[in-house]
């Protein structure tokens, strides 16, 4: 693509979730960055880092671990990943939409079983 662009200004959550409207391809060592990339359904890179588990368990939920870009690769491994994610733009970015949506919906179904486990809990 063009355009490539490294944000180090201070933005709230606000700011940041709409900037992902103007998004190809994220790439990030930050979980919620890479599930506001999937909320709108935009393709991205997840950086394993350190937390390699606290990110493999979100590509794990997405049944997306060919979006894992390791940082030991070879330059030329790195562009071959960037270049896939991009040729796959349009299925990658429709799985993650579909996944974001079923996700939505079992977190939705979990609220009332939350709800009445802590009144359970008060009333003990």
């Known amino acids: ?3 490539c662009h490294f944000i180090t200004q201070e933005l709230n959550v606000y700011e940041t979730f709409r900037l992902f409207l103007l998004t190809d391809l994220h790439i990030s060592n930050r979980r919620h ?3 506001f990339a999937v909320m709108n359904g935009k393709p991205f890179l997840s950086i394993s ?3 390699a588990t606290h990110m493999s368990a979100l590509l794990d939920t997405l049944e997306s671990p060919d979006l894992e870009l390791s940082l030991q690769l070879e330059v030329d491994s790195l562009i071959e990943k960037v270049n896939f994610v991009f040729s796959e733009e349009e299925k990658i970015s429709s799985r993650l939409l579909e996944k974001s949506l079923l996700l939505k919906e ?3 179904q ?3 079983i939350i709800i009445a486990a802590l009144q359970a809990q008060e009333m003990s």
């Open 106 to 108: 079992q977190a939705q």
């Open 33 to 35: 960055a890479n599930a």
């Open 110 to 112: 979990h609220i009332p």
């Open 1 to 3: 693509k063009e355009n």
């Open 49 to 51: 880092i350190s937390l």
